[in-house]
Structures are given as structure tokens and as C-alpha cells.
């Protein structure tokens, strides 16, 4: 069998690419709520927020939201049978 070994330059750009991808991911998150903003809040009279205020808005919201283990599916099942 021939298994490929992680060498530690490997793993480090592994590491790299899930830190690029989690920083893109606020940004795009941060992005979005800045457009929704803009689109249905300002016309209600509130001021806009900039790209800076939606990423922090966006993760403050995720740390009160919190984490929540997802079902498995015997456990919705059994949800929607009732």
C-alpha cells in the first residue's frame, strides 16, 4: 500500500487554506449583511453601517446565538411523527 504521509510544509499550508477560508467566510458574511441593511433598514430611517460594523454585528450575533448540536435523523423522525 502506498499511503501519502503529511509532511509538516503540508499540513501547514492545510492550516493556511482553513484560515483563508474561515476569514473569507466572515468577510462574505459581513458583506451580506452590509447589502440587507442597506436594502430594507435605511429606508426605515435607521443610518447605514459600513462592511466593518456587519462583520461585527455578524459575530456578535453568532456568539449569542451559540452552538447547537445538530439531530440525527431517528431523532427528527420521531419529532415529526408526533
Known amino acids: 500500500m502506498n499511503t501519502k504521509n503529511f509532511s509538516g ?3 501547514f499550508g492545510l492550516g ?3 484560515i483563508i ?3 473569507g467566510g466572515i468577510l462574505m458574511g ?3 449583511i452590509s447589502i440587507l441593511w442597506n436594502w430594507f433598514i435605511v429606508p426605515l430611517g435607521l443610518p447605514a453601517i459600513s462592511l466593518a460594523h456587519s462583520i461585527g454585528l455578524s459575530l456578535m450575533v453568532n456568539v449569542f446565538k451559540g452552538y447547537t448540536e445538530s ?3 431517528e431523532e427528527e423522525m420521531g419529532t415529526l411523527l408526533i
Open 71 to 73: 439531530k440525527t435523523n
Open 30 to 32: 459581513g458583506w451580506v
Open 21 to 23: 477560508l474561515i476569514v
Open 16 to 18: 493556511i487554506y482553513f
Open 9 to 11: 510544509m503540508s499540513c
